[in-house]
Structure formats: structure tokens, C-alpha cells
């Protein structure tokens, strides 16, 4: 399939730099199947959903995995992306040709690594030196891994610790948010609840390869990440038993989404799941266990454009998406939402 399908022209101006305040003051662009798209805001989550379904939230924590350091008078940009050992992190390099396997990059602050050979996803190998604990020295060394679209834009700063952390954040290991979940707070929360709206989390830890354009011509030539993710057993469990009563599975997030879909059968049971997923949907993908998706406005050419025209139709997207456009909604990670419904959920 043409990634080119895919594109689509979009304003610097509706790129979002910092998030709504409050969190759930964004907006949110309600999507069915078909029939007219309403303009409202996450807020009126509760009345949107049926008492039964269930949203499923990502609980992955996003650490400080942008390094900025020197291989002797070389200046060298590293940003983790997937842990290899306890001391080891596969990493994308800025200016990464001064690189070479052996070469020692000094981070500063006293955090030190040398470098491996190249992987096969382009990245390298980061042996970091010492007795202490990657996290300890990313807390010391790092800074949020903003997507270049906002941190060329303007510099990371102590805010962003916060507001690109979901409020579920409980296990150490992404590079990237999943910022669909960013838009909800404890009163939100209480409102679902108090509406019949359940929730269950799952894990996967979000890799910097996940939100990047697509560079190949044809989806066939295109190569994902490996991200690695979990399902326990008592929670694929609650949430075969959820679908069954006949509630909908509403993944919060494609990371969410992408997660549930390798570990579904094609009998459409979630098993447990402990593996790396590189799950790539595109149109013409059969889903099995979602039945909505809760989603921010993705980039151009993207994966997750891809994924969500797969689950929508790609007219219908396209159709949202100058909508959203026109309308002014604020796109990408820091962005408005939507709620997407395909047929079989309505």
C-alpha cells in the first residue's frame, strides 16, 4: 500500500506545545461509523460510553531518556528507546557517524556508557558504566524525551516532567508518553466510574520509533520497533468476561490498542502476553479485540494514522481530520483527542 494515501497538510499553528489545563478541558471529536462528527470535550467521556464497557489504560512511565553528551570533542544526542539488560539500552544517536563501537560518550554528571555496534532497527547498543542503576543516572543526566515536534520548537523544561506523564504511570520504561491517557484526572475518573465505565491497565513501554513518519514508499518496505508489553492473566481474564456481558473494549491509546491486538486470538480471546510486539495495521487488518479507540491526532505518513484510517476507513478519517483541522483542534502529543467507533460498537 502507498504510505503517500497517508499524507495530509497540516498548519504549524494547530500543532500543540503545551497541554489543555485543565487536563480534561481538551477537546474531543466524536467519530461513529458513520452519520455527523461532534465537536465535544473529554470531559463528556462518561456520556458517551455504556455502562459495561471498559477503557484500557497503558501504565507505562516515561523516563528522562534524552542525553546530550561528547565523544571527545564531538557533540552526541542519545535517546533510549528499549532496555537490552540491566545496564544496556538500545538508543537512536544525533551526529551518530562520530560514533564508533568501543567509542566511550561522556553524558556528564558523572554518567558514562560506550557504545556497541549498530542493530538492526539503526540504533546502538549504550553500556552504561558503573554501579548504579540506569534510572538513577537518567534522573541525574536525562530530560523528558519531548517528540522533536515540540522540542524543536521550544526547550524541555521541568513542566514537561509532569504534564507528559499520564496519571497511571506506574512502571518504569517508555520513551514516549501514551498520550491518549493524558487527558484524564481523578474527577474524570470518578465520573466513569460513577456512570458503570470500568478500567484495567496493561503495559507497554512505548519506543521513540512508535510516532515517527513512515520513510518507505510502501507500507510492504516498512520495518516497526519491537516494543515489549504485558497482559497478566487476571486481567485478560476481567476483560474477556467484560466483552462477553457485552461490554466494549475501549483501548485508551494505540499503544493500548496495538497491545490487545497481539495478544487476541483469532477466536477473539485476550491471552496473557508477556513478549515484543511489532505489530504493524494498516487497512484491510481484521480487529478482534477492540471495539473503540480514544486517540490524539497523529502525524502524517505515520503508523498510527495508518492504524486508525485500519480501524475507521481511511475516507472517514480523512473526512475527521480536515474536519479537526478546520475546526482548530490542536494535534499531537500535547493535543485534543478523539473517540472513534467503528461499526461494530455503535
Request: glycine content about 8%; aromatic content about 6%.
Amino acid at each position: 500500500m502507498r504510505v503517500d494515501l497517508f499524507d495530509f497538510d497540516l498548519p504549524p499553528e494547530n500543532i500543540a506545545l503545551r497541554p489543555a489545563t485543565p487536563r480534561d478541558s481538551a477537546r474531543l471529536l466524536l467519530v461513529p461509523c458513520e452519520g455527523a462528527m461532534e465537536d465535544r470535550i473529554v470531559r463528556d467521556l462518561p456520556s458517551l460510553l455504556r455502562a459495561g464497557d471498559v477503557l484500557v489504560f497503558n501504565d507505562t512511565k516515561v523516563i528522562p531518556a534524552q542525553l546530550e553528551g561528547k565523544r571527545g570533542e564531538a557533540r552526541i544526542g542519545a535517546t533510549l528507546h528499549k532496555r537490552q539488560g540491566l545496564r544496556q539500552w538500545q538508543a537512536f544517536l544525533r551526529n551518530a557517524k562520530r560514533v564508533r563501537a568501543g567509542d566511550r560518550i561522556d553524558f556528564g554528571a558523572g554518567v558514562t556508557a560506550i557504545a556497541g555496534p549498530r542493530d538492526e532497527d539503526g540504533g546502538v547498543t549504550l553500556d552504561f558504566e558503573g554501579d548504579e542503576s540506569v534510572e538513577l543516572l537518567l534522573e541525574r543526566a536525562g530530560q523528558m524525551p519531548l517528540p522533536p515536534y515540540i522540542a524543536s520548537k521550544r526547550p524541555t523544561d521541568e513542566r514537561d516532567r509532569s504534564d507528559y506523564q499520564t496519571m497511571f504511570a506506574r512502571e518504569d520504561g517508555a520513551v514516549a508518553a501514551p498520550t491518549a491517557a493524558l487527558h484524564f484526572t481523578t474527577d474524570l475518573m470518578a465520573a466513569l466510574a460513577g456512570a458503570g465505565v470500568a478500567t484495567e491497565t496493561l503495559t507497554l513501554h512505548v519506543g521513540a520509533g512508535t510516532f515517527l513518519p513512515v520513510k518507505a514508499d510502501d507500507t510492504d518496505d516498512h520495518r516497526m520497533h519491537a516494543e515489549w508489553g504485558r497482559i497478566d492473566a487476571t486481567t485478560a481474564e476481567r476483560l474477556n468476561a467484560a466483552r462477553a456481558a457485552g461490554g466494549r473494549l475501549i483501548a485508551v491509546g494505540t499503544t493500548s490498542l496495538r497491545l490487545l491486538e497481539s495478544a487476541v486470538g483469532d477466536d477473539g480471546i485476550i491471552r496473557p502476553f508477556a513478549d515484543e510486539t511489532r505489530i504493524f495495521i494498516t487497512p484491510g487488518y481484521r480487529f478482534k479485540a477492540v471495539d473503540g479507540l480514544m486517540t490524539n491526532f497523529h502525524l502524517p505518513r505515520s503508523t498510527l494514522f495508518m492504524l486508525v484510517s485500519a480501524l475507521m476507513g481511511t475516507e472517514r478519517m480523512r473526512d475527521a481530520y480536515d474536519h479537526a483541522i478546520e475546526a482548530g483542534y490542536r494535534f499531537y502529543s500535547y493535543g485534543d483527542s478523539s473517540l472513534l467507533l467503528p461499526p461494530r460498537s455503535i
